[in-house]
């Protein structure tokens, strides 16, 4: 079992940035993928950025392309979301996600992971 344990989100104003951080419990084997997701009520919850475990490649949402970037330390077990330019409809729980098995193309549908944070708030003032 695997624990991921998000923070980072807060209270901000349009413009400003943010990281979120998404610590596991236990290293992610080399065939894991993890991704972050946002979630706001009434919606699905969808798909923002993904990074496979071992060779760190990345996929974003077109919405977020250009503005967030994700990253991961292999090393502290932690994958990163970086948020730029951030605007109010940027506002939402960011969750965090893992994959555990591998799989060739990064997943966007939230049933294709097996383990979720918690989630972090986001709220952006214009």
């Known amino acids: 079992q695997v624990q991921l344990v998000e923070s980072g989100g807060g209270l901000v104003q349009a413009g400003d940035f943010l990281r979120l951080s998404c610590a596991a419990s236990a290293g992610p084997v080399s065939t894991a993928t993890m991704a972050w997701f946002r979630q706001t009520p009434g919606k699905e919850r969808e798909f923002v950025a993904g990074i496979t475990w071992d060779s760190g490649r990345t996929n974003y949402a077109d919405a977020v392309k250009g503005r967030f970037t994700i990253s991961r330390d292999v090393t502290e077990s932690i994958v990163y979301l970086l948020i730029n330019s951030l605007k109010p409809e940027d506002t939402a729980a960011y969750y965090c996600?893992?994959?555990?098995?591998?799989?060739?193309?990064?997943?966007?549908?939230?049933?294709?992971?097996?383990?979720w944070g918690q989630g972090t708030q986001v709220t952006v003032s214009s």
């Open positions: 996600a893992l994959r555990w098995k591998s799989i060739v193309a990064i997943p966007v549908m939230p049933d294709e992971y097996e383990y």
